[in-house]
């Protein structure tokens, strides 16, 4: 019996029957949650990294506790360009952009258009800070970080709110 694929849902892991589902022939993601099974879950102030393949997105669930204060993201995209977002009650409340390399502009162009997004310029230098103020209690702020590209590299650390 062959399994149908639903276009543009995220598929996972599934350890009932051993198989995979399809996560790399997506070409959009819904702005909602992700799936547990594509969500890491990282402490403030501990970093996070990636080394490899594309990554379009990487979910990171970010414990900041329950104190208020200005939260800061820390981020290296060493080159190749990458897109770091972060999320809180429900709003984008970073976006970095496509930071990188601006001789990559081609490249990223390209690897937008093949999942049917626009064209976004690339923001030089690669690594840099951008803060938010964390004015309520909610606990868990998620970082996505758009890697479209092959052989990409990246860092990130949100940091606890001070």
């Known amino acids: 019996m062959a399994n149908t694929i639903n276009w543009g849902k995220i598929y996972c892991y599934m350890s009932t029957n051993n198989s995979w589902g399809d996560v790399f022939n997506k070409k959009t993601i819904e702005n909602l949650a992700a ?4 969500v890491r879950q990282v ?12 990554q379009f997105p990487t979910f990171l669930n970010i414990n900041l506790g329950n104190h208020t204060g200005v939260v800061t993201l820390d981020f290296d995209a060493y080159g190749i360009p990458d897109k770091f977002e972060v999320w809180y009650d429900g709003n984008l409340v970073i976006d970095t952009g496509y930071r990188g390399d601006l001789f990559r502009q081609a490249e990223l162009d390209a690897a937008l258009a093949e999942r049917g997004l626009p064209s976004e310029s690339i923001i030089s230098p690669p690594e840099g800070t951008a803060t938010f103020n964390k004015n309520t209690s909610t ?3 998620q970082v996505r970080i758009y890697a479209p590209m092959t052989s990409t590299e990246w860092i990130s650390e949100l940091s606890c709110p001070v």
């Open 35 to 38: 799936p547990d099974c594509l």
């Open 43 to 54: 402490a403030c102030g501990s970093s996070s990294s990636f080394s490899g393949g594309q």
């Open 139 to 141: 606990a868990t702020a």
